[in-house]
Nanobody, 130 residues
């Protein structure tokens, strides 16, 4: 079982940028697809972005396309979420997640689904002030 720890959250003004990191340990990180989800107060946990085990495929929620970039460094067992042009609507706890299945496993059709992932971090809070 992979363990995930997010970092990099904080308070930023509208239009600012943050980079979130998710460090993984345990089960082979490089074989897992990775995702970022977010949960705003009183709302459900929503998909933000995902990257395949090889880094060759990426998916984004429509709300973050063109502003957020997901990447991974398998040598460092870390996945990143670069967030630019932030707005108050991006305020949420951001969670990193690792897929249940190694080496692909329907990434293209399912990587935006909560149940695609079997490991979750504790979350990091991002607050965007107006």
């Amino acid at each position: 079982q992979v363990q995930l720890v997010e970092s990099g959250g904080g308070l930023v003004q509208t239009g600012g940028s943050l980079r979130l990191s998710c460090a993984a340990s345990g089960r082979a990180f490089s074989s897992l697809s990775m995702g970022w989800f977010r949960q705003a107060p009183g709302k459900e946990r929503d998909f933000v972005a995902a990257i395949s085990w090889s880094g060759g495929s990426k998916k984004y929620a429509d709300s973050v396309k063109g502003r957020f970039t997901i990447s991974r460094d398998n040598a460092k067992n870390t996945v990143y979420l670069e967030m630019n042009s932030l707005t108050p609507e991006d305020t949420a706890v951001y969670y990193c997640a690792g897929s249940r299945v190694a080496y692909g496993g329907s990434f293209s059709s399912r990587a935006q689904e909560y149940d695609y992932y079997g490991a979750w971090g504790q979350g990091t809070l991002v607050t965007v002030s107006s």
